[in-house]
């Protein structure tokens, strides 16, 4: 596990827009220094340079994470959502600290996946919930304990709970599912941009899911180009990791 950690970080800074765009930086301000930039080595460069440029902006950004969002709609039919047995809500990030309610340790992504499970609970009372997320190696508690302490605090329900403490990634998230419930049909709730390589993994494992996407990065796609922004590199950047997590698990997995 630890070695699959290490491996994740050090391919980011090959993969990331913005620690990419730096070596190449690097790398260029190191042939300047030298008197050896090339033809070539300019192309690179202003190649390089001009794609960032562009992914700080709208629509380029959008249309990245805009073509996974679309492909698993809201769940809002009611039949589908009465007719399933459980509720998984997967880990979406959050920071262990006891001098904040467990609400504000959630992370932003978490928080959106827990509130569509309660509204999803509130269609279905009899589905179980399933909280999911491991604990890291710094922290003291689970997301998973997390989740429900959360949902405890907030809501009137005293039903029981599954906590699914065990995975540290989205595919031992389906591994220890399938544990828990096997075939049991499930309603799956996690980001939009995450849902298509959720539910490839849970469906490769054997869960009958059915998706619930919700915590949309794109809610309306404008075609008009605006001003670089934060935002758009950080949807890029997560549009390149749900990517690379796909074909990674497709080709190696």
């Known amino acids: 596990m630890l070695k699959r950690i290490i491996l994740k970080k050090i391919l980011t800074i090959f993969i990331f827009p913005i620690s990419l765009f730096g ?28 794609f960032f440029f562009l ?10 994470i805009n073509s996974l969002e679309n492909d698993y709609e809201s769940l809002l039919d009611t039949n589908k959502i009465k007719s399933a047995e459980y509720i998984i809500i997967l880990g979406g ?19 959106a996946r827990l509130i569509e499970g309660m509204r999803l609970k ?17 922290e003291k508690y689970s ?11 907030i809501s009137y329900d005293t039903a029981n709970y599954i906590l699914s403490e065990l995975p540290h990634n989205t595919k031992s998230e389906a591994d220890e599912a399938f544990k828990l419930i096997g075939k049991s049909k499930l309603i799956l709730v996690t980001t939009a941009s995450h849902m298509p390589r959720s539910v490839y993994l849970f469906e490769k494992m054997g869960c009958n899911v059915i998706p619930a996407p ?40």
């Open 214 to 253: 919700c915590d949309f990065s794109v809610k309306d796609l404008a075609f008009l180009p605006n001003f670089p922004s934060g935002m758009s590199i950080k949807q890029t950047e997560l549009a390149i990791h749900e990517y690379v997590g796909i074909w990674g698990y497709k080709l190696f997995d």
């Open 93 to 111: 990030g959050y920071t262990d600290d006891e001098t904040m309610p467990e609400s504000s340790q959630l992370g932003i992504s978490s928080l």
């Open 23 to 50: 070596l190449i930086c690097i790398w260029f301000i190191y042939h300047l220094s030298r008197n050896s930039v090339t033809k070539r080595i300019k192309i690179v460069f202003i190649s390089s340079f001009v």
């Open 55 to 64: 992914i700080t902006m709208q629509p380029f950004a959008s249309i990245f």
């Open 143 to 153: 997301e998973a304990s997390i989740y429900q302490k959360t949902y405890k605090s």
């Open 122 to 138: 509130k269609i279905n009372t009899k589905a179980k919930f399933i909280f999911s997320g491991g604990k890291p190696f710094t």
